[in-house]
């Protein structure tokens, strides 16, 4: 996913959910043992060690998997980023 330029912070948001989504079905396949576990290297994500599919067509294939999301993800962080707007313009507090 390219960062290359400035972005809203809806659509930046979006991005690392994305990035996220797929660090995150990549760990699900390796724990879960679908492929043998010589398939998958570790790396780094966000300072943890993570597994990541050495086989580029499984690693392109949860990529654009990912990647067809990203619109409906924009979408889904729009529509938060609304509603915690219309919440503060309100006046509305949060109690925790």
């Given at each position: 996913m390219d960062r290359s330029d400035a972005q809203s912070p809806q659509v930046e948001t979006a991005r690392i959910l994305a990035e996220f989504?797929?660090?995150a079905i990549?760990?699900?396949v390796f724990l879960k043992g679908l492929y043998p576990s010589g398939a998958f290297e570790r790396r780094r994500y966000m300072n943890l060690v993570v597994?990541?599919?050495?086989?580029p067509q499984?690693?392109?294939?949860?990529?654009?998997?990912?990647?067809?999301?990203?619109?409906?993800?924009?979408k889904i962080v729009a529509n938060?980023?609304?509603?915690?707007?219309?919440?503060?313009?309100?006046?509305?507090?949060?109690?925790m």
């Open positions: 989504l797929e660090v990549t760990s699900v597994q990541r599919a050495r086989h499984l690693r392109d294939y949860i990529h654009s998997s990912v990647s067809s999301l990203l619109l409906f993800i924009q938060l980023y609304l509603i915690v707007m219309h919440v503060e313009n309100r006046g509305i507090r949060w109690n």
